[in-house]
């Protein structure tokens, strides 16, 4: 049987994952398989992590990552720290001594991956990813090699495990956004400065890497939308769920003529969607392909084990030489693909939900929808209940197709009305 040398960077809740598989005796891993890795040496900052794992005299245990970069034996390094600094600097000393490199960083991939991507091309290796979107499933190498037939229309899901807890609490157990986001705090999902997750932007990293794979472009991360759910009202919840949508985290990316749309938002989705059952912590991510047509991936999207599977997987393919094949097949971050723009969040179309607060008198509702027809923006319904908000009441709509230019236009104008009282609300859908 071949084997071949791993060193674990950052040994925390993913490392240690991945440690277990590792180590674990009757691994699955010597069944399947006539080329096995080998761990060989972990490197954390913090020492006292070897007092939590149970390993074996003879892997090497350091606070000094040069150690396992400098070490000839060793063939991949496991980047598992996350953030841009040191894993940009590690990353790149560990390729240019010859390693291949397996991480799960979607922030550092999603900011520097053209840069890091080229970097390994030059040193003749490769970088693994699995591990950075969807945690356990295996959506890069669905997106990289089992759409390969297929040109990707659209790639959209929810791709935030934290987000969609919170959310799934806020809908099914009717808590409001701060209690959701403590028990998610509680449980360990969120972290104690939650807004990496509760804005969208890990979303939004996640989504760069897909729809790079997915379309085969590059593009200005920075143009990517990116909205979160801290201001999402229980209320909201409700009046969707009687016009029959349930509201998600979306990350979407769509091509469009001549550019793309990457948008991350609260999105309103109808009931018998498939992506409105996915709950709790659980991810999906549609793919939507020219021969294929529509498809959909679920599992959980974080955790040790699940992203420690994804993490496994990426290694047996840089063993089986696998990853240096795609890798360097691959156009995606080669900066040798299409450098095509996002559309601006004002050119896009969508269904809206809209609640305004306004006064209860005779012609409200007209004075609203004249200004939001003088915009080509269309009615689909309207609700109103009695209920008071300081004398005040919701009155919620769901528009047809708009361009949100127009929208926000309408809106601008609605807002000057004396019969609107508070801010009006708007979600986006997705059909
Ligand atoms: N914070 C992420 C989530 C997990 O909640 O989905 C890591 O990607």
Redesign the pocket.
Same mark, same amino acid.
């Given at each position: 049987m071949r084997t071949f040398n791993v060193g674990i960077v950052g040994v925390g809740i993913v490392g240690t994952g991945v440690v277990k598989i590792l180590l674990e005796k009757h691994s699955p891993l010597l069944e399947k398989l006539d080329c096995v890795p080998v761990l060989k040496g972990i490197a954390d900052r913090n020492l006292d992590v070897r007092n939590r794992i149970d390993l074996p005299s003879d892997i090497l245990f350091t606070d000094d990552v040069d150690i396992l970069i400098n070490d000839p034996d060793i063939h991949v390094i496991i980047e598992l720290i996350g953030g841009l600094h040191p894993a940009k600097e590690i990353i790149t000393k560990a390729l240019e001594k010859g390693k291949d490199i397996v991480t799960a960083n979607?922030m550092l991939l999603a900011l520097h991956g053209l840069e890091l991507f080229r970097k390994a091309r030059q040193c003749g290796k490769s970088i693994s990813f699995e591990a950075s979107v969807g945690?356990g499933i295996p959506v890069i190498a669905a997106l990289r090699d089992g759409f390969i037939a297929n040109r990707i229309e659209s790639i959209f899901g929810i &791709?935030?495990?934290?987000?969609n807890y919170i959310l799934t609490k806020m809908t099914k157990e009717h808590v409001k956004y701060s209690d959701a986001l403590a028990e998610a705090q509680k449980m360990g999902? @969120?972290e104690k400065d939650p807004s990496? $997750?509760v804005d969208g932007i $890990?979303s939004s990293h996640?989504l760069a890497i897909l729809a790079r794979i997915g379309f085969g472009v590059d593009f200005d991360y920075k143009d990517i939308y990116c909205e979160g759910i801290s201001t999402i009202d229980l209320s909201d919840i409700w009046y969707a769920h009687e016009l029959g949508y349930t509201l998600k985290l979306l990350a979407v990316a769509k091509r469009i003529k001549s550019a793309i749309e990457l948008r991350v938002h609260p999105t309103l989705l109808p009931h018998d969607h498939p992506l409105s059952s996915v709950n709790g &912590?659980f991810?999906a991510i549609c793919v939507n392909g020219s021969a294929v047509g529509e498809t959909m991936l679920y599992g959980k999207? @974080?955790g040790q084990m699940p992203?420690a599977s994804a993490v496994v997987a990426d290694l047996v393919d840089v063993g089986l030489g696998r990853a240096g094949i795609t890798f360097h097949a691959m156009k995606t971050f080669s900066g040798n693909c299409e450098h095509i723009s996002i559309a601006d969040i004002m050119q896009i179309k969508t269904r809206y939900y809209l609640r305004f607060s306004v006064v209860d008198k005779p012609g409200v509702l007209a004075k609203i929808s004249g200004i939001l027809g003088n915009y080509e923006i269309s009615i689909a319904s309207v609700i109103q209940h009695k209920i008071k908000e300081n004398g005040n009441v919701p009155l919620v709509m769901m528009t047809h197709l708009a361009e949100e230019g127009n929208l926000q236009k309408a809106l601008t104008e609605i807002k000057r009305l004396d019969i609107i009282k508070d801010s009006t609300k708007f979600l986006r859908v997705e059909e």
């Amino acid at each position: 049987m071949r084997t071949f040398n791993v060193g674990i960077v950052g040994v925390g809740i993913v490392g240690t994952g991945v440690v277990k598989i590792l180590l674990e005796k009757h691994s699955p891993l010597l069944e399947k398989l006539d080329c096995v890795p080998v761990l060989k040496g972990i490197a954390d900052r913090n020492l006292d992590v070897r007092n939590r794992i149970d390993l074996p005299s003879d892997i090497l245990f350091t606070d000094d990552v040069d150690i396992l970069i400098n070490d000839p034996d060793i063939h991949v390094i496991i980047e598992l720290i996350g953030g841009l600094h040191p894993a940009k600097e590690i990353i790149t000393k560990a390729l240019e001594k010859g390693k291949d490199i397996v991480t799960a960083n979607k922030m550092l991939l999603a900011l520097h991956g053209l840069e890091l991507f080229r970097k390994a091309r030059q040193c003749g290796k490769s970088i693994s990813f699995e591990a950075s979107v969807g945690g356990g499933i295996p959506v890069i190498a669905a997106l990289r090699d089992g759409f390969i037939a297929n040109r990707i229309e659209s790639i959209f899901g929810i &791709v935030n495990g934290t987000t969609n807890y919170i959310l799934t609490k806020m809908t099914k157990e009717h808590v409001k956004y701060s209690d959701a986001l403590a028990e998610a705090q509680k449980m360990g999902y @969120a972290e104690k400065d939650p807004s990496m $997750d509760v804005d969208g932007i $890990d979303s939004s990293h996640k989504l760069a890497i897909l729809a790079r794979i997915g379309f085969g472009v590059d593009f200005d991360y920075k143009d990517i939308y990116c909205e979160g759910i801290s201001t999402i009202d229980l209320s909201d919840i409700w009046y969707a769920h009687e016009l029959g949508y349930t509201l998600k985290l979306l990350a979407v990316a769509k091509r469009i003529k001549s550019a793309i749309e990457l948008r991350v938002h609260p999105t309103l989705l109808p009931h018998d969607h498939p992506l409105s059952s996915v709950n709790g &912590v659980f991810n999906a991510i549609c793919v939507n392909g020219s021969a294929v047509g529509e498809t959909m991936l679920y599992g959980k999207g @974080a955790g040790q084990m699940p992203t420690a599977s994804a993490v496994v997987a990426d290694l047996v393919d840089v063993g089986l030489g696998r990853a240096g094949i795609t890798f360097h097949a691959m156009k995606t971050f080669s900066g040798n693909c299409e450098h095509i723009s996002i559309a601006d969040i004002m050119q896009i179309k969508t269904r809206y939900y809209l609640r305004f607060s306004v006064v209860d008198k005779p012609g409200v509702l007209a004075k609203i929808s004249g200004i939001l027809g003088n915009y080509e923006i269309s009615i689909a319904s309207v609700i109103q209940h009695k209920i008071k908000e300081n004398g005040n009441v919701p009155l919620v709509m769901m528009t047809h197709l708009a361009e949100e230019g127009n929208l926000q236009k309408a809106l601008t104008e609605i807002k000057r009305l004396d019969i609107i009282k508070d801010s009006t609300k708007f979600l986006r859908v997705e059909e």
